[in-house]
């Protein structure tokens, strides 16, 4: 199975960056919906019209912080997948797979 996503290097203690969808998806209009108030961890985001500049970017929240409305939930880790957020590090690979 090939990787599909990649760590950036440079971290953020709030987010888990995948710039590549942000590139794919550049010329998609991303609407925002409304997902409450407040991401935590292992919530798995993609970034919306909201935030042209990062639109389309995947992200996935490694500590809880307000959501501003920029960014679309689209799922969540496992309780039994929160433990690999502590052991993914920047430039690694890693994958997705939908349950």
Do not use: C
């Amino acid at each position: 199975m090939t990787p599909a996503h990649l760590y950036r290097g440079d971290t953020s203690e709030y987010l888990l960056r995948d710039t590549l969808p942000r590139v794919v998806h550049s010329a998609e209009s991303i609407p925002a919906r409304t997902n409450g108030s407040r991401l935590t961890r292992g919530d798995i985001v993609v970034v919306n019209d909201g935030y042209a500049r990062y639109k389309g970017e995947l992200q996935i929240i490694l500590k809880e912080m307000p959501n501003d409305g920029r960014r679309n939930v689209v799922g969540k880790l496992s309780d039994s997948d929160m433990l690999l957020l502590d052991l993914i590090k920047p430039w690694s690979t890693f994958n997705l797979k939908k349950v």
